[in-house]
């Protein structure tokens, strides 16, 4: 009976969805697009790297922080001003980025993306630890056939 499922088990395996490598997302043409998007931003980020953040970012961004007031929303505009500056204050940048979940739907597809950071933050009093460690959604939108991040940064 044994040598009867091992040819069955194979061909199960062998038509299985692939999935991107060290995630459980589907490895579909759109997913591994937004997969290589989120890629590139940690990678950024982990440079200080403004110029190639905002290259990912769709002219259209915004993102509601969380929070009702809109006086702690970003757009893309306020990037444009605020990121260059903001990420010099950063030294001593360890991130770890991994993807939970990708959904594509038409030209738009959200990710659950989890983060696990250590860094100074430079401050007139002196440099401050800060070792965040959360899940976020991003948001995106596939403009003239590129995907851009329209939320979540």
Known sequence: MRSRLLPLLVLLAACAPGRIPNTEVTDSRENRAVYEVIRKYSEALRKKDAAAILLLVAPDYHDGSGTPDPGDDV??????????????KVEAVMLDMGVKKIEVTGDEARAEVFYDAAYRVVTPGGPVAKRPSDINQMRFRKLDGVWKITAGL
């Open 75 to 88: 757009t893309r505009e306020i990037l444009e001003k605020n990121l260059a500056s903001d990420l010099s």
